[in-house]
């Protein structure tokens, strides 16, 4: 069962005078508990794509299906808090609050959009901390953890609210090899475990080594991954 869906979807912009079709007629379905990455050049659509599903935009034509939902009939309230109650994020640059501690971040999400009380929201920053390896380091602040450890904080954060799909934007272009496998693994791992659909845009081939479905991005049109996606994995922006 599918848990995004893109129907004929058409994004443009308008930079001036000019529009600029990010994406052209995309057709794509996600099944639940999927772990996917596209890849392609930079300027590809991978960015466009990725805000779509995020419901953080809205297609120019067609239509978008998350977690049974059509964000485009929601209003801007309405797709914050669905965002929230059925989606999580990870970043590149981590997009931790430096003023906060590790649990307070991971907790930060709850604060937002979960009606949970006090003891609710310290078990669930538990759970997930835990479950990344890192609760140890609950009371730390950001300046004071290392690149991989603030990525496992953002990886909690993602899965505290227990989205249905995760979304990650090149989520180890700022991390060493050695810990870019280790987050690797650890989403993978965390897939299993708690049951959401991650869906990556990268240009790391170690990432697209680990996905089970490589989609290609070309000109804001969808291909088939395999090969040539490895390939340009390795060179694309």
Same mark, same amino acid.
């Given at each position: 069962m599918?848990? !995004?869906?893109?129907?004929?979807?058409?994004?443009?912009?308008?930079?001036?005078?000019?529009?600029?079709?990010?994406?052209?007629?995309?057709?794509?379905?996600?099944?639940?508990?999927?772990?996917?990455?596209?890849?392609?050049?930079?300027?590809?659509?991978? /960015?466009?794509?990725?805000?779509l599903? =995020?419901?953080? +935009?809205?297609?120019?034509?067609?239509?978008?299906?998350?977690? =049974?939902?059509?964000?485009t009939?929601?209003?801007?309230?309405q797709?914050?808090?669905?965002?929230?109650?059925?989606?999580?994020?990870?970043?590149?640059?981590?997009n931790?609050?430096p003023?906060?501690?590790?649990?307070?971040?991971?907790?930060?999400?709850?604060?937002?959009?979960?009606?949970?009380?006090?003891?609710?929201?310290?078990?669930?920053?538990?759970?997930?901390?835990?479950?990344?390896?890192?609760?140890?380091?609950a =009371?730390?602040?950001?300046?004071q953890?290392?690149?991989?450890?603030?990525?496992?904080v953002? !990886?909690?954060?993602?899965?505290?609210?227990?989205?249905?799909?995760?979304?990650?934007?090149?989520?180890?272009?700022?991390?060493?090899?050695?810990?870019?496998?280790?987050?690797?693994?650890?989403?993978?791992?965390?897939? +299993?475990?708690?049951?959401?659909?991650?869906?990556?845009? /990268?240009?790391?081939?170690?990432?697209?080594?680990?996905?089970?479905?490589?989609?290609?991005?070309?000109? =804001?049109r969808?291909a088939?991954?395999?090969p040539?996606?490895?390939?340009?994995?390795?060179?694309?922006?």
């Amino acid at each position: 069962m599918s848990v !995004v869906k893109l129907e004929e979807v058409v994004k443009v912009y308008r930079m001036g005078q000019v529009e600029v079709e990010a994406l052209k007629g995309v057709d794509l379905e996600i099944d639940r508990g999927a772990f996917v990455c596209f890849v392609g050049p930079s300027g590809s659509g991978k /960015t466009t794509l990725l805000n779509l599903i =995020g419901c953080l +935009d809205k297609p120019t034509r067609g239509r978008v299906t998350v977690a =049974g939902t059509n964000p485009t009939a929601l209003s801007r309230r309405q797709a914050a808090l669905f965002r929230g109650e059925h989606l999580g994020f990870i970043f590149q640059d981590f997009n931790l609050l430096p003023v906060l501690s590790a649990a307070e971040n991971v907790e930060y999400p709850l604060l937002m959009v979960k009606q949970a009380k006090a003891r609710e929201r310290r078990e669930a920053v538990a759970r997930v901390l835990e479950a990344v390896g890192i609760a140890d380091q609950a =009371g730390k602040r950001p300046d004071q953890l290392s690149g991989g450890q603030k990525q496992r904080v953002a !990886v909690a954060r993602a899965l505290v609210t227990q989205p249905e799909v995760v979304l990650a934007d090149e989520p180890t272009a700022n991390l060493d090899q050695d810990t870019a496998r280790m987050v690797i693994r650890l989403m993978k791992t965390m897939r +299993d475990r708690f049951g959401a659909t991650f869906i990556f845009s /990268t240009h790391d081939a170690r990432i697209v080594s680990e996905a089970e479905q490589v989609l290609l991005l070309r000109d =804001g049109r969808l291909a088939d991954g395999g090969p040539e996606a490895a390939r340009m994995a390795g060179g694309a922006a």
